[in-house]
T-cell receptor, first 113, second 112 residues
C-alpha cells in the first residue's frame, strides 16, 4: 500500500474537452510528479512539483498543467484534449535526494474519443 | 524520450525457472531502480542500486550494474506465477531532483 490515491480510476472524454485528475497522499514527501504512460510504453515524466511550485517539466506542451496543495494533494489539468492524450496517468510522491524512490498511485485511465 | 531500453520486450517462462531482464541507458546516473507493474496499474519499487555498486540482492531479486557499459540486469530466481507483470528500469539521469526516466519495459509471463 503506497498511500497514494488517484481519482477517478477511469475517465472518458471527447477531443477538445478539459480534464482534471487528482492525487492525494498521506505522507509528507516533498515532491509529487506526474507521468503519462501510453499503452505498451514506459511512463513518461510530465512535470514535478516541489513545495507547491512546478519544478521541471518533460516534453509536454503547456496545455498540461498542475497544482500541488499544502495538504500533499495535487492536480493534473489537461486542456484541449487530443486523441493521443489517451493513456494511464500516474502520480508519484518522493523526496529530493540521491535515492529518489518514487511511490506511485494506481493511476487514472483516460480515454479520449 | 525513453531513457532506458529493456530487453527482451517479452519473456515467457515456467514456474521455478529464473528470469533475466536487461536494461541499457545513455546518461550518467546516481542510481538505477527497477519497478514492477501489474496489468497497467501503478508501479511498485523493487530495488535500487547505486552507481558505485555492482551487485545487490533482495529476496529472490538480484540486480547488477555495469556503469562502463551503461547496463543493468534484473534476475528473478525460482519464478512464480505471481511474478507475471511488466518490469521497468528507471534512472535519474544524474539528477537529485527526484524525477525518473523509464524504459519501455519487459513483459514477464510465468506459466504455472
Amino acid at each position: 500500500e503506497t498511500g497514494v490515491t488517484q481519482s477517478p480510476t477511469h475517465l472518458i472524454k471527447t477531443r477538445g474537452q478539459q480534464v482534471t485528475l487528482r492525487c492525494s497522499s498521506q505522507s509528507g514527501h516533498n515532491t509529487v510528479s506526474w507521468y503519462q504512460q501510453a499503452l505498451g510504453q514506459g511512463p513518461q515524466f510530465i512535470f514535478q512539483y516541489y513545495r507547491e511550485e512546478e519544478n521541471g517539466r518533460g516534453n509536454f506542451p503547456p496545455r498540461f498543467s498542475g497544482l500541488q496543495f499544502p495538504n500533499y494533494s495535487s492536480e493534473l489539468n489537461v486542456n484541449a484534449l487530443e486523441l493521443d492524450d489517451s493513456a494511464l496517468y500516474l502520480c508519484a510522491i518522493g523526496n529530493r535526494g540521491r535515492e529518489n524512490i518514487q511511490y506511485f498511485g494506481a493511476g487514472t485511465r483516460l480515454s479520449v474519443l | 524520450s525513453q531513457q532506458g531500453e529493456e530487453d527482451p520486450q517479452a519473456l515467457s517462462i515456467q514456474e521455478g525457472e529464473n528470469a533475466t531482464m536487461n536494461c541499457s541507458y545513455k546518461t550518467s546516473i546516481n542510481n538505477l531502480q527497477w519497478y514492477r507493474q501489474n496489468s497497467g496499474r501503478g508501479l511498485v519499487h523493487l530495488i535500487l542500486i547505486r552507481s558505485n555498486e555492482r551487485e545487490k540482492h533482495s529476496g529472490r531479486l538480484r540486480v547488477t550494474l555495469d556503469t562502463s557499459k551503461k547496463s543493468s540486469s534484473l534476475l528473478i530466481t525460482a519464478s512464480r506465477a505471481a511474478d507475471t507483470a511488466s518490469y521497468f528500469c528507471a534512472t535519474d539521469r544524474g539528477s537529485t531532483l527526484g524525477r525518473l526516466y523509464f524504459g519501455r519495459g519487459t513483459q514477464l509471463t510465468v506459466w504455472p
